[in-house]
């Protein structure tokens, strides 16, 4: 056996220790280009959704549409949506997050663009379910990639970048309005945008894989070589905790959208308020969010998602209480607020517990079944508050928002009840 001198084995250390630098410095950069690559998909997800409302009356005169036709759209969207985020599990046992992603970015692009090639209106709602399926899947793709791989606060902060890119979307659709004179414009940009967006993704698979690759060595060292399998869509159906998990997404959609949609008509129609005031403590409620995630982000270093959980929906409903209180306007403008500020960080929060809730191998199936709940808790709970406030009073939405709240804090109790249980047995 030679052994090397002391002068040889110091080459060779520094020789090792300038490699793992190398390595770990490779690996960093890595890192943080995807981490850049997921915020912007997800700036790039909420950009559609504010194109929509300022591009109708112009796309519905072009096409000589009613106004309810938009409703055509939207359900056309959502059944994409929803379909694409329910099967979001399977799709990336199938196709891998980044395969997944580019797919999607592709399809989302393609119906964008397509808006401004059709001749006939009719045409508009095929490309929409397309669409919702493009942006059902990068939701829920993205969301269980990051629950997977990062923390709470990189979870808050994803969020947050989709409340930029809602933000963003109508002066995209304003301006290209304003320079071109066609709604056509915006759509143009925001679909080039996806395409190549779904290029990138493309282009960057192996990053995403060796992150996927490092994941599991690591799995396998803290489990002693023993990694715990993803199992089956139908397991997954049968999964208690699952079921409670989507009804805590069902109902908080619901209480976020209802307060959202029904807060200026119930200050202007039953409490006079002026329409000015009004409009500017609604728009309050939306911008909190934006911030609210932002520093929910910071927050999260020290407390658990279930303590943000619970807090917010405590003080959501503090919030709540207040808007019931029709006696003096600044305490139900202030309960606006505050629902807004409180329930922020609780979606975010939400997605990053979910393997806490439900168990690892079940996660990447129950995520995508909580983005599909999210769409249908969104469209069905307001709805029901419009239904009560057209054969009841308007009065009544605050009351049956006190009474989600209230459902949303048990749900979530028994959840964690179920896994203390479990855990000590």
Same mark, same amino acid.
């Given at each position: 056996m030679i052994i090397p001198k002391n002068n040889e084995r110091d080459d060779y250390y520094f020789m090792e220790k300038r490699l793992r630098t190398n390595f770990n410095s490779q690996r960093k950069k890595s890192n943080i280009g995807l981490i850049l690559l997921i915020y912007i998909a997800f700036i790039s997800l909420g950009l559609p959704d504010g194109l929509l409302g300022v591009a109708w009356p112009d796309m519905r005169s072009s096409f000589g549409l009613p106004l309810d036709a938009l409703g055509i759209i939207t359900i056309a969207f959502t059944s994409g949506y929803l379909i694409s985020s329910f099967f979001n599990g399977v799709l990336i046992k199938k196709m891998g997050v980044a395969g997944l992603l580019a797919t999607s970015c592709f399809a989302t692009g393609l119906a964008l663009v397509g808006y401004t090639l059709v001749p006939v209106w009719w045409l508009l709602p095929i490309l929409a379910v397309l669409a919702g399926l493009g942006a059902g899947a990068i939701d829920a793709g993205l969301n269980t990639y990051v629950e997977e791989n990062y923390g709470e606060s990189l979870m808050q902060w994803l969020h947050a970048s989709f409340g930029i890119g809602v933000t963003l979307g109508p002066i995209i659709m304003s301006t290209g309005l304003s320079l071109t004179g066609t709604w056509r414009t915006g759509y143009i940009v925001v679909g080039v945008a996806q395409l190549l967006l779904a290029a990138t @993704?493309?282009?960057?698979?192996?990053?995403?894989? /060796?992150?996927?690759?490092? /994941?599991? %060595? /690591?799995?396998?060292?803290?489990?002693?070589? /023993?990694?715990?399998?993803? =199992?089956?869509?139908?397991?997954?159906?049968? $999964?208690? +905790?699952?079921?409670?998990?989507?009804?805590? @997404?069902?109902?908080?959609?619901? #209480?976020?959208?209802?307060? *959202? $949609?029904? %807060?200026?008509? !119930?200050?202007?129609?039953?409490?006079?308020?002026? +329409?000015?005031?009004?409009?500017?403590? =609604?728009?309050?409620?939306?911008?909190?969010?934006?911030?609210?995630?932002?520093?929910?982000?910071?927050?999260?270093?020290?407390?658990?998602?279930?303590? !943000?959980?619970?807090?917010?929906?405590?003080?959501? !409903? *503090? &919030?709540?209480? !207040?808007?019931?209180?029709?006696?003096? $306007?600044? @305490?139900?403008?202030? &309960? #606006?607020?505050l629902i807004g500020i409180a329930i922020a960080p609780i979606f975010p929060a939400l997605v990053s517990s979910t393997s806490d809730r439900v168990g690892k191998e079940h996660t990447s199936n129950t995520i995508g079944m909580q983005i599909a709940a999210a769409g249908l808790g969104g469209a069905l709970l307001p709805g029901l508050a419009g239904v009560l406030a057209q054969n009841i009073s308007l009065e009544v939405i605050p009351i049956f928002i006190v009474c989600l709240f209230l459902m949303f804090l048990l749900l979530h109790r028994v959840i964690l009840y179920i896994k203390m249980s479990t855990t000590n047995n």
């Open positions: @993704f493309l282009l960057t698979i192996s990053m995403w894989e /060796k992150q996927e690759r490092n /994941k599991e %060595s /690591k799995s396998k060292r803290k489990s002693g070589n /023993k990694m715990s399998s993803k =199992v089956s869509l139908t397991q997954t159906l049968k $999964h208690l +905790p699952a079921w409670l998990s989507i009804g805590l @997404f069902f109902i908080y959609t619901g #209480i976020e959208l209802s307060v *959202g $949609h029904w %807060s200026y008509t !119930l200050f202007t129609e039953s409490r006079c308020i002026s +329409p000015e005031l009004a409009g500017l403590w =609604v728009g309050g409620y939306w911008g909190s969010f934006t911030v609210g995630r932002i520093l929910a982000g910071f927050l999260s270093f020290r407390i658990k998602s279930k303590k !943000l959980v619970e807090l917010g929906g405590l003080l959501a !409903l *503090g &919030g709540s209480l !207040l808007l019931c209180l029709n006696i003096e $306007h600044w @305490f139900y403008l202030l &309960g #606006i607020v």
